[in-house]
């Protein structure tokens, strides 16, 4: 998975994905506390759904003052 986020105060400080099943349990999450600024791009290919079935991916990001933002992506 390809992500790009950016932050209008360019103070961001994590990004997680959790990757959910159709009855939005997690089955795997990772985060990236590296990343700083006013953007983020990168890609993901870590995260595994073990024996379960994933529906999508939730996308969270937090920036220093705790604020955050997120989106869920089917898969």
């Known amino acids: ?9 360019s103070d961001l400080a994590q990004i997680e994905f959790s990757l959910r099943d159709s009855s939005n349990n997690e089955l795997d999450s990772i985060s990236d506390s590296g990343i700083s600024g006013g953007a983020a791009a990168g890609e993901t290919d870590n995260l595994n759904p073990g024996s379960g079935t994933a ?5 969270t990001v937090t920036d220093e003052a705790g604020n955050t933002a997120q989106q869920d992506v089917d898969i």
Request: cysteine-free; overall charge negative; aromatic content about 14%.
């Open 1 to 9: 998975m390809t992500y790009d986020v950016s932050d209008p105060d």
């Open 55 to 59: 529906d999508y991916v939730r996308v």
